[in-house]
């Protein structure tokens, strides 16, 4: 299983901005057919943020749109998430996903393999 490292998190006031980064190795990144962005608040179920193929085909969840963005950095192994307008409901815990199976990169935990340890994101209002 290859690793997955999340950096980025922090707290934030409410409209503010943070970028996730997650960082993983040349071989891994290569040959993931499925990266995304999960969260989970406190007492609530882990949830897809964005799912994004090896394509560039992405998708993202209806929470989100128009304020965040997943994009790569091929040269560095790199998945971001830019985070605009923050809200406090945007607050939890963030992690990276990913997995090598081809296929739809459908938006549920089930669909990926490896998992980054997550990095923290609390908005404020």
């Known amino acids: 299983q290859a690793q997955l490292v999340e950096s980025g998190g922090g707290s934030v006031e409410a409209g503010g901005s943070l970028t996730l980064s997650c960082v993983t190795s040349?071989?891994?990144?290569?040959?993931?057919?499925?990266m995304g962005w999960f969260r989970q608040a406190p007492g609530k179920e882990r949830e897809a943020v964005a799912t994004?193929?090896?394509?560039?085909?992405?998708v993202y969840a209806d929470s989100i749109k128009g304020r965040f963005t997943a994009s790569p950095d091929n040269a560095k192994n790199t998945l971001y998430l830019q985070m605009n307008s923050l809200k406090p409901e945007d607050t939890g815990m963030y992690y990276c996903?990913?997995?090598?199976?081809?296929?739809?990169?459908?938006?549920?935990?089930?669909?990926?393999?490896?998992w980054g340890q997550g990095t923290q994101v609390t908005v404020s209002s």
């Open positions: 996903a990913a997995d090598r199976r081809a296929g739809a990169c459908v938006m549920s935990t089930t669909r990926f393999g490896d």
């Open positions: 040349k071989f891994a990144y290569n040959n993931y057919y499925c």
């Open positions: 994004r193929n090896q394509y560039g085909v992405t």
